[in-house]
């Protein structure tokens, strides 16, 4: 099914109810360029897009638990019945025993990492590197504010085109990233920060939903060769904002190839991908900046580790891995 305004409707109803399956990337749901799959009598939908033959999903089924099994069986079907292969990425553990249970082949794929709130100080010897980059900045000139995205667009457009430039013309991602605009931009937060009023860098914000509801650290973006510590202090400020409005988390997203542990991994799962994506992780920078990532999120002491995963339905396959990565526009 196409995107319609009562269809973001009823996906984001969805997503706000159902959170059986605790996925803190939830609101990734209602990313333009998605498509959803609904079956009538059953209370949920399914989160995917299509490239070449294969069919990757987004998340488990944002469902009632009732109709979990039933709308994820119906999903299934409809992609085997046209000929394609599914493969099922950001699944949480719940959703990894239920696929499991029904023969497909799962292996943790990363892990996303959370900090509660009401826990966090940046005060101690663990932080004091990042205390001095924020303070740094902050000496730079940079000013931090909570802005609408109708009053800083074309700024935004700068940055992007600059650091996407510094990345050697790399492609936008999408799909397990969050967006900047459309029908559901009022949902999410955008901090933007500032030297000599030119702006330099922003993060935005996306809801989480579930046992572990507040904020994501979601699209982050800088000009290149600027002042240090302007990611970590338009972080820092934000934290302080959300926090002062009882806001419990902050997520940082997932990473894939990061958190890897044998013991995440459930029965049926394939050693030798398991074995892949530790290279990956140790190797792989090419593909994606794993290691980079990690060392960002870990910075700020996360107190929680959750691991995610990836579903083949049968075998896992090189192929299906890789459409992951051109549903996302890697490549």
Same mark, same amino acid.
């Given at each position: 099914m196409t995107q319609s305004p009562a269809l973001l409707d009823r996906v984001l109803d969805a997503v706000r109810r159902h959170t059986v399956a605790d996925n803190p990337s939830s609101f990734l749901a209602l990313n333009k360029g998605n498509k959803f799959f609904t079956t009538p009598g059953l209370d949920g939908v399914v989160i995917y897009?299509?490239?070449?033959? $294969?069919?990757?999903?987004?998340?488990?089924?944002?469902? /009632?638990?009732? +109709?979990?099994? +039933?709308? *994820?069986d119906a999903f299934a079907q409809h992609v085997r019945d046209r000929g394609h292969k599914l493969v099922a990425v950001q699944l949480q553990t719940y959703d990894a025993h239920t696929y499991a249970r029904r023969g497909f082949t799962v292996n943790q794929l990363g892990a996303s990492w959370a900090i509660h709130l009401s826990e966090f100080t940046l005060s101690g010897s663990r932080f004091m590197q990042l205390r001095n980059k924020i303070s740094r900045a902050h000496h730079n000139g940079l000013q931090i504010q909570e802005v609408a995205v109708d009053d800083v667009?074309?700024?935004? /457009?700068?940055?992007?085109? /600059?650091?996407?430039g510094s990345k050697g013309g790399a492609r936008p991602l999408e799909f397990l990233v969050g967006q900047i605009g459309g029908s559901v931009q009022a949902l999410r937060r955008l901090f933007v920060g500032t030297i000599? $009023?030119?702006?330099?860098?922003?993060?935005?914000?996306?809801?989480?939903?579930?046992?572990? /509801?507040?904020?994501?650290?979601?699209?982050?973006?800088?000009?290149p060769g600027g002042s240090p510590g302007l990611m970590e202090a338009i972080n820092a400020q934000a934290i302080e904002t @959300?926090?002062?409005?009882?806001?419990?988390? *902050?997520?940082?997203?997932? =990473?894939?190839? =990061?958190? @890897?542990?044998?013991?995440?991994?459930?029965e049926g799962h394939s050693p030798a991908f398991q074995w892949l994506l530790q290279t990956l992780f140790a190797e792989g920078a090419a593909l994606y900046p794993a290691q980079t990532q990690l060392s960002y999120k870990k910075k700020w002491g996360p107190q929680e580790q959750i691991p995610e995963y990836v579903a083949f339905d049968g075998p896992a396959s090189l192929s299906s891995f890789a459409h992951i990565f051109r549903a996302c526009n890697a490549f």
């Open positions: 897009r299509t490239t070449g033959r $294969h069919v990757v999903q987004f998340g488990g089924p944002f469902s /009632a638990v009732e +109709a979990y099994d +039933a709308l *994820l667009r074309d700024a935004l /457009a700068r940055i992007d085109t /600059a650091w996407l000599d $009023h030119d702006p330099v860098a922003y993060i935005s914000y996306s809801p989480v939903y579930g046992s572990r /509801a507040g904020w994501m650290h979601d699209l982050s973006r800088r000009v @959300l926090r002062s409005e009882g806001a419990n988390w *902050l997520h940082f997203g997932f =990473t894939p190839f =990061t958190g @890897l542990d044998a013991g995440h991994e459930v």
